[in-house]
């Protein structure tokens, strides 16, 4: 048995310096009152409530306070231990942000255990629409439900599948692309590792609306669990009848395959991902026809994304109704995101559409890493923008973020602070889509090249305003002349970055600074003598023993081995490192 | 027929055709670098791009089918910006060669920067060297010059099914190049050259042979004798401005001599010869059942290396007749030296041809040199020997027309349309009558297997029976025909052909990797139409009609398939892998 | 056992094993990455010395990256919570303290589920 009653979880969600010192205190209070046996103080490590200073919790119960000072100590113990009451005046009512559909499994049951699944209501979904037996229903359960794509583009699910569906054409596939490869996005992968039979389940009862047979997931070759996972859950999914011939005894047969991409982020993009399946190189082709009517093999094809799959057993099971409840006018149910970058909890969320970046980077997120000053959110990866904190009440859906100049993309948030310059995350993702550009067309292929080289001129203070007016034109022919979505969204970053924040660009290229101190060539390391008090830390934590001399002589930084690591000015205690 | 605008301007069309198709319709012109009227669109230029009302995306014209009710604008302000961007683009990752290079005042990148005016260039220079690759000494590949519009490619994979020539490595380092990166003489390349007829730029191009034949031609040591291959004679006259189809074969005549070559003769004399050993050899196993059916013709030096390398197992049924350029050689070096009384030493034969598969075919086994010397010296091209008559200074459009040298110069109608796709199997055919009959065909023209259909099947009579034939031509026909016949093999059916002619390049040699570029289908069945109008011109319509060939072999060979001629005009065929290494 | 459509209420309704306790460990990539493998391997093994019959669950990620490995416990009548950051040190004290000795344990709390 439990030797405790209650819980007191106590937080300083500020600093965390006073976490300490806090429960103590509140270990003498219960003390003093003779409770300390039946009451535990617990220090924990998060409790989902950020920079509201002394949080407690008590538990059982959820009563939960802010602020709190050391006044308030006695009379918590005395009212919300001793008696069930609850000070008014500083309680919250912390309301946890997310909501959980792509993600309702990831974390809970186990991934290996098909019985897991099928405990928290799995396979239910298809069941279901086996038991109606109705295409077209299926296909307008979707559509109410409002679902879009998750991969970034954003384009109705039922639309999608009800072109495939109007083909008349014995051969159909559908397609999963799990070819995840934006930066600092793993969305994909944790539902893959996490709950690979919803995606399966999702997959199985796009099958039966569209009137396809055969199926392939796509998985990039860096997800060796994923792909485990997945290969387990088909699997088991064919030994229960859920997969393969007659599943669930009826009429329908449908299977499963799976196929590993090369590495090529370019094969994200649908008609790259079915030349690469066809065993092709992994080019783009013009579209139309879109992969719907003319996909694999020629065959029509519905490509859809991980996430978007997740979605479709609750949808089925639980109504499109239910679904269209939760987000906006036209961005419905919820998206999940990869919160990366300067921010306190990285973490992978799923929140409801409509929510804004303020809350998820504050109240999820726990705000920024250090208490430094935030500067922007990127997402959407290389195809994506920034948003500069004046516009972090934006409500989070397709069009919004698309007139902000980013896209929802596939999920990637990444969080950058004052110590992020701008052109070099412009230069960064840029470097992405040069490097990952199939090549087939010329205004990706040279254009991205071109535009790097420019934007490499003005991080090393060798531009002039003429790189930037070359950056737009070349931007424009990107946008327009591209063959695929990559070479169109390619120049996003830059665009929005010359949008946002031009001032780092005029610096960069009049005064030839950076003040976020990224462009190595900007500046260069040196010993303020007058301020320099020879410790020698700097020169013991040089990694290239660039800075010679000794507490007699002094120290200077030698220029010609010095690599720009900025450890120096790092480790410097008494400011003498100028940079 | 469906309804939209272009430019404001209404157009009627078919549903399916494209945007760039219907444009012409209306006289709109929309530039484009990578598509090509003979190949599906790549989409790689992105020069092409038009605006559609109600839309904010821009559409590649070269592969967006026309819709019902579009309105498209086609040309204004900001799409000639932004095509203006992509064309500067393409410089920038683009040699400034122009001078020295074998496409000059000849390339589409060169015009379309003349036509946008580009005077400078706005960006830096991005090009990587890439060495020449000159392996197979019929066709350099020059990848710094490539663009990427990947023509060569499809040509090479979905035209001619042969698949040497990939893209390589990605973004601003890919490249065109063999698959696998081994040199493309290693490759399974056939050196059929669509590629280079089909390149935009000086990316791929003939190996150029012109300085070897110049110095032969200053030495007065040697015997010259020139050949000129049947198709040569309708297509060089687009080097020098006349209307494509010109049938200029005599101004040729006149403009080798003045070139120096000593003796002009006619492949279109060995191509006779060809058919005199072909058709005998038809009926040998035909009506003697005398070897394996389908006979399959072998005219084609890129069909026989496919088949070597792709189809060895269907050797026995090709024919042993050596094509009309070998014929032609090794008769020089025999016959002709006999009778001239000139030491075949010092006699090189130099062939005028419509391909770079010729200047391969040279060497290809040692029964080229049946005559106890290299047949044929040199291959040239009919874009080298343009340059040459303009190297020469000759006015080739005012030089009187003159005469080949007999022996071996004159031709019945038969060896002209040697040069289409169906003109071996009709002068084959009307021959091969002959021979079973003993009587001349009533009506000598075979309209079936006539044109630009793929794969031709017919059937004639001769005597009563059937003899079912297939033409095919562009290699990617060729699967469709000899699976028939491997199938029927297999099962024992009754075989579905007897006699199959195969040429590699689509339209057959008209159409050839070495003739003036851009060529189209429409090209080709003007270029044909003006071989078909030399035979109909002709006086003698069947091979064994002309008095040459006659007194070829009353003085010389005997008979068809005689002793003599199986040793000078025959060969064989070995598999050969299709990777060397 | 094939599922049908008629027998799948009946072949499902029991399919998930009733444990009254048990601890979950996250073992996706991400959790392997900061070392989940040797919390759940740890955990198994101090179970396993003290004799508990406890059930070790492997699952995904369950989302809080920053404290990766992430293990969540539930002993009847304790409040069900979430540890972070467990190193084997913490894995061990996990069993000892929380399964065995009936406490909560000190800084690595990041979420307590409904009690």
Known sequence: MWKYKK????????????????????????????????????????????????????????????????????????????????????????????????????????????????????????????????????????????????????????????????????????????????????????????????????????????????????????????????????????????????????????????????????????????????????????????????????????????????????????????????????????????????????????????????????????????????????????????????????????????????????????????????????????????????????????????????????????????????????????????????????????????????????????????????????????????????????????????????????????????????????????????? | MAKAFINNIEVEFEKGRTILDVAQQVQVKIPTLCKHKDLCATGACGICVVKVEGSNRMLRACCTAMDEGMKIKTHDPELIEIRRTVIELILSNHPNDCLTCGRNNDCELQTIMADFGIREELFNKIVKEIPKDSTTRTIELEPSKCIGCGRCIEVCQNVQNVWALSFLERGINTRMAPAGDIQLGDSPCVRCGQCSAHCPTGAIFEFDQTRNVWKLLQDPDIHCVVQIAPSVRVAIGEGFGYPVGTNLTKKIYAALRRLGFNTVFDTNFSADVTIMEEASEFVERFVNKKGALPLITTCCPAWVDFMEKYHADMIEHFSSAKSPQEIMSTLCKTYFAEKKKIDPAKMKVISIMPCTAKKYEISRSSEMSASGYQGTDYVLTTREIIRMIKQAGIDFNSIPDEESDHMMGDYSGAGTIFGATGGVMEAALRTAYNFVTKENLPKVEFENVRGLKGVKETAIMINGIEIKIAVAHGLGNVEYVLNKIKKAKEKGEPLPYHFVEVMACPGGCIGGGGQPYGVTDEVRMIRAKGLYQDDEASSVRCSHDNPFVKELYKDFLGAPLSEKAHHLLHTKYVPRPEYKK | MKLTLNNFDEETKNVKKNNKNWIKVGLSTCGIAAGADVAFATIKKVLQENGSDVEVIRTGCAGKCYAEPLVEVKIEGMPQVVYGNVNEEVATKIVQKHVMGKQLINDHIYLVKDA
Request: net charge neutral; proline share 4%.
């Open chain 1, 7 to 579: 819980v007191i979880l106590v937080k300083d969600t500020d600093t965390g310096k006073e976490t300490v010192r806090f429960s103590e205190l509140f270990n003498s209070a219960l003390r003093d009152r003779g409770l300390d046996g039946e009451v535990q103080v617990i220090r924990s490590a998060d409790i989902n409530v950020y920079n509201q200073g002394i949080v407690v919790k008590i538990i059982p119960g959820n009563i939960t306070y802010s602020k709190v000072e050391e006044k308030d100590i006695d009379l918590i113990v005395r009212k919300s231990i001793k008696k069930e009451e609850a000070l008014k005046e500083i309680q919250i009512d912390p309301k946890d942000k997310q909501v959980r559909i792509v993600l309702r499994n990831c974390g809970i049951i186990d991934p290996e255990n098909i019985n897991d699944y099928i405990s928290v209501d799995g396979y239910k979904g298809l069941k279901k629409v086996l038991e109606q037996n109705d295409r077209d229903k299926v296909i307008a359960e979707i559509k109410i439900s409002g679902l879009r794509g998750r991969g970034g583009g954003g384009f109705p699910t039922w639309m999608k599948w009800s072109f495939a569906k109007d083909q008349k054409n014995d051969t159909k596939f559908i397609i999963c692309n799990a070819d995840e490869g934006d930066p600092g996005a793993y969305m994909d992968r944790s539902v893959l590792e996490g709950d690979p039979h919803s995606v399966l389940e999702g997959m199985i009862i796009a099958g039966f609306a569209v009137g396809a047979k055969k199926g392939y997931f796509y998985i990039r070759a860096e997800y060796p669990l994923a792909i485990a996972r997945v290969e387990l859950a088909i699997k088991q999914a064919r030994e229960k009848g859920l997969l393969g011939n007659n599943i669930l005894g009826t009429q329908f047969s449908f299977d499963l395959e799976v196929r590993l991409g090369a590495g090529a982020f370019v094969c994200g993009e649908e008609t790259a991902l079915i030349a690469s399946i066809e065993g092709k190189r992994g080019c783009p082709s013009p579209r139309p026809p879109y992969p719907s009517i003319s996909g694999l093999w020629g065959k029509p094809t519905v490509i859809n994304n991980v996430e978007t799959l997740a979605n479709i057993s609750p949808i089925m099971h639980k109504g499109g109704e239910w679904f269209a409840e939760i987000g906006t006018e036209r961005s419905k149910g919820t998206k999940v995101f990869a919160l990366t970058g300067k921010v306190e909890n990285s973490s992978l969320i799923e929140v409801p559409m409509g929510i804004t970046l303020k809350e998820i980077i504050y109240e999820i997120g726990g705000g920024v890493l250090n208490n430094k000053k935030i500067k922007a959110v990127q997402t959407g990866g290389p195809s994506g923008g920034v948003i500069p904190e004046e516009y972090f009440d934006t409500s989070i859906d397709y069009e919004s973020l698309q007139n902000l100049g980013s896209i929802m993309g596939s999920g990637g948030m990444i969080v950058m602070d004052e110590d992020d310059c701008m052109v070099d995350i412009a230069k960064f993702y840029l470097k992405f889509c040069v490097d990952e550009s199939c090549g087939k067309c010329a205004p990706c292929r040279i254009g991205g090249k071109q535009m790097l080289e420019l934007l490499t001129e003005i991080s090393e203070g060798k531009a002039t305003f003429e790189q930037v007016d070359k950056l737009k034109l070349i931007s424009k022919a990107m946008q327009k002349a591209s063959l695929c979505g990559l070479g169109q969204t390619a120049p996003n970053p830059v665009l929005s970055t010359l949008k946002y924040f031009e001032q780092e660009y005029v610096d960069h290229i009049k005064d030839k600074k950076c003040v976020s101190g990224k462009c190595e060539a900007l500046f260069i390391y040196e010993i303020i003598q007058d301020k320099c008090k020879r410790c020698s830390l700097c020169q013991r934590n040089c990694p290239v023993e660039a800075i010679p001399g000794d507490r007699d002589k002094g120290y200077a930084i030698d220029q010609k081995k010095c690599i720009k690591c900025g450890k120096c000015f790092e480790v410097c205690k008494f400011e003498a490192v100028n940079r």
